[in-house]
């Protein structure tokens, strides 16, 4: 049976998973050396990269990092390079008065903008390589020396992974703390949502699926934000100890060669980010180039994100569209496999034969292990979530379980007393949320969203890496 690596987890219309998937072929643009993955499958949420070729990726980098000791640097500053230039294309499209465009010139502007995309999509096969397969084992096999005891080697490289700055999701939540510190003071807090709404309106957009970030939405959670002074003393102080600890660790270790490998991880894992992030705003500002075709060919906007690239040209140019039935079966769920240089879009039966395939069994256990991302304790109450649809499940205290979580999941995250991931690793987003405010925090569980139930008692001992079914539904 073939073998395969999830990379991420994800859940998206259709278009934005047409390029995820074949996105391996920029292997040469992004490594800045010819190397190429000719393998990639999405099914079930899960992008996933052929197991041998994903063990030679990792031989190859680390073959170009000793050949150039400013290899990995280098690759770090033009993705940076790609995600900003990437990001201002797409402002710039999104302000186009579209209008007056003629049908070859959006059907162009389209093409130009997906194309843009893909190299971002490329850069994101690069990046669980490097900062995870790559700089943090290499951060670890230092410390393993240092330490026989392997929690403490966990502990300090986990303590040694924070993002070298803030990634906008966390600059996001700082400033809802300000906002609440405003309100607090008696401040003009109604402007200053104003001004979020416009620095994060995509927050709840992702892979073409969502909606622009709302005002109500951000009253709301700045109004359950209590002691917001005392919340925002404990978040500097919290980044100032991480900072402190970084430091004591590196010095304690000693040699300026781990100094760089650290500095190096943690450019790494704050781009990983930073990438997720350029990838959700480009979406957001792609989509108005897309309301543009759904006005024109009279297909609804939901319907369109489900087309593939071809399908939409042919739509402006040529007036075709493809059956609605085959549209209806991709909405309801679709896989993709990308091999040998071909694609092909599996629905209905062929999708059905795919994931069963593909299906894990597993069986029942009282309890789940998985990585710990940040220390503590606490008991509560299960809400799973598979998709962003479910978010609003999510109750004060709860135990927020997820297959990954990503920048729409913020409100929701915000109650939860734990977060539970089954994908992930130290550069995740929920990884770093919990990090940034504390929170117990245990990822790469592989099955807690398969095992775990909405409703039912557990503890997330996150000293130990393990969560406990308290009782059952």
Known sequence: MDEWVTIVKREGALLAFEGYVPAVKWGRTVFLAPFEYTRCLYLDGEVMLDSGEYAACEAFVRKQAAKDPRYLKKVFEKCVEACAETVSFMEKAAAKDLGKLGDRGLAALFAKGMGRLDLLYGYFRFHPTVDTDVLFQDV?????????????????????????????ISMEQKDMVRIACVRARGGDWGGAVKKHVKDYEWLSFTHFIGRPLAEEEVMERVMAVSDPERKWAEITASRRE????????????????????????????????????????????????????????G??????????????????LKGTAPENRAVKERRKGFAILYEKGGLKIFTGQELEKLKAKYAKHIAEVKEIR????????????????????????????????????????????EKAAAFVTDEGGVSCHAAIVA??????????????????RDGETVEVDADNGVVRRLNRR
């Open 140 to 168: 670890r096999a230092v410390l393993a020396k240092k330490h026989r005891d392997a929690g403490k080697v966990e502990e300090l490289a986990g303590a040694l992974s924070l993002p070298s700055k803030d990634p906008r």
């Open 435 to 452: 990090r940034e405010f504390n929170v117990p925090c245990i990822i790469g569980t592989k099955i807690a969203t398969k095992v775990l």
């Open 370 to 413: 998985g990585a710990i991302a940040c220390k503590g304790r606490v008991s509560g109450t299960v809400a799973v979530v598979t998709s962003a649809s479910q978010l609003a499940k999510v109750k004060k205290g709860d135990v927020l379980v997820a297959s990954m979580t990503t920048a729409d999941y913020v409100a929701a995250m």
């Open 299 to 316: 297909v609804p906007y939901l319907d369109l994100v489900y087309f593939t690239r071809g399908e939409i040209a042919e739509l402006l």
């Open 242 to 297: 991480s900072e402190r600890k970084i430091a004591e660790t590196i010095q304690a270790v000693g040699g300026p060669g781990f100094a760089s490998l650290v500095g190096l991880m943690r450019k790494f894992i704050f781009n990983r980010n930073n990438l997720k992030e350029s990838i959700s705003i480009c979406q957001f500002h792609l989509r108005r180039v897309l309301y543009e075709i759904s006005r024109r060919a």
